[in-house]
Structures are given as structure tokens and as C-alpha cells.
């Protein structure tokens, strides 16, 4: 499972559980400072034996006992990787921001991984001799990060003498960003509001997990 579907899962339960996204950033900070998978899920388990000793309210401590099931959940595997934990953990915190803003969103998401459960898996027999497997109809995904060398069509969202800024896909800008660099444009002008076929030529993750796509005109179409 890619960074990104991780942590809209992680992100949906931390939802689920009216998670105070202030509370899961102190977590991210404790991982961005530690940069240590096994650190982490000590410091949470640490507080949820000890953190009355130092936490007065009971609604900070359900907070933190949540975090803790939820990242044994979607983390776990994710612990001798820290740097993609990190990630992962960022990119969950900022669109559990949006889930909160957006329930609907988290609950369609929610109601999708329940349909999907509970959908079969085996073969279902058609007659005596013959068995056919049963058809799933594919789950909606959310939108993926384009990778390097793929080309889409991004709305040009801002333009300046650095460069062009542009939406990609449907994600928000929030979470992912491209930029076309003004030595990359090439003699190419855009408008904001244009839709410019572009190709990733470099991707790179602020602290923040904010993801910056480093993109370039791509060629035209062969007719």
C-alpha cells in the first residue's frame, strides 16, 4: 500500500474518532525530532500507561489512546522506516483537517472499506460443471500523486516571474503542489485558469509533508 492510500485510511480512523488533529501534530513532531519508528510507539505507549501523571484531562489521554490503536494499525509495518512513517503520519494529520471540515468525505471512505469487507471473495458455483469467480466492482480510490515521467493536465492555479504554479488533479494545494520553473517553461506562456499538460520531472516532501511536484511542458500529442 503506496504513502498516500495509508494515510487516508490512518487519517479516516483518527476522523472516526473525533481526533483533535493538535494533539496527533505533537506526535508528529515527537517522530520528526526522534526520526525513530521504535521511539515513536514507545512515547505513545508511555503516555497511555503514565500520562495521567502529567495529563490532567481525560479527553487528551482517550486522544492519545486512539493514536496509539490507530498507528499499531497503519504504522506498525511502517516502523523501520521513519523517514516514510513520517510521511505518511504528516500527510494523514493534514487530511484528518479536511475530514473534519468535510465529514461526508471520511464517512464515505469509512463506508467503502466496510462495503469492501464484506464483499465475497471466493468462487461462486454456476452450474455442476462449470464455476466462475465473482465480479467486484472496484473500489473508488482517492486521487494518487502523479510519479516521475507522468503527464497530466493540471489547472494553472498562479503565475509569476518565478515560475507557474499549477493544481494537481483533484488534490488539494495544501497537500500537493506543481511547479513549473521559469527556466523549465521554455519559451511556453500560461494563463491562470489554463489547463497545462505537464510532466513530473522531480518530486520532493517538505517538512511540513506538503509534497512539491518539480514539472516541465510535456511534448504535444502525436495526432
Known amino acids: 500500500m503506496s504513502v498516500f492510500s495509508t494515510a487516508h485510511i490512518l487519517a479516516a480512523d483518527l476522523a472516526g474518532a473525533s481526533m483533535d488533529p493538535n494533539e496527533a501534530q505533537k506526535v508528529l513532531a515527537y517522530l ?12 505513545l505507549r508511555a503516555i497511555k500507561k503514565d500520562g495521567r501523571a502529567v495529563i490532567r484531562s481525560g479527553q487528551t489521554l482517550r486522544y492519545y489512546d486512539e493514536l496509539l490503536a490507530a498507528c499499531e494499525r497503519h504504522l506498525r509495518p511502517l516502523q523501520d522506516k521513519p523517514e516514510e512513517m513520517l510521511y505518511t503520519l504528516a500527510w494523514a494529520i493534514r487530511l484528518l483537517r479536511y475530514y473534519r471540515a468535510v465529514p461526508e468525505a471520511a464517512e464515505e471512505l469509512a463506508e467503502q472499506r466496510l462495503q469492501e469487507a464484506k464483499r465475497p471473495s471466493q468462487t461462486l458455483p454456476q452450474d455442476s460443471s462449470q464455476q466462475t469467480t465473482a465480479t467486484i466492482p472496484p473500489r473508488p480510490t482517492a486521487p494518487q500523486v502523479p510519479g516521475i515521467g507522468e503527464v497530466f493536465g493540471g489547472r494553472v ?20 503542489i506543481g511547479v513549473i520553473r521559469a527556466e523549465a517553461l521554455a519559451g511556453r506562456q500560461y494563463r491562470v485558469g489554463d489547463t497545462a499538460r505537464v510532466e513530473v520531472i522531480a518530486i520532493r516532501t517538505l517538512k511540513s509533508g506538503r509534497v512539491v511536484l518539480e ?5 504535444k500529442r502525436k495526432e
Open 157 to 176: 492555479r498562479s503565475v509569476e516571474p518565478e515560475g507557474v504554479q499549477l493544481q494537481v488533479k483533484s488534490l488539494s494545494d495544501d497537500l500537493v
Open 215 to 219: 514539472l516541465k511542458p510535456a511534448a
Open 32 to 43: 520528526r525530532k526522534t526520526q525513530d519508528g521504535k521511539l515513536f510507539f514507545d512515547y
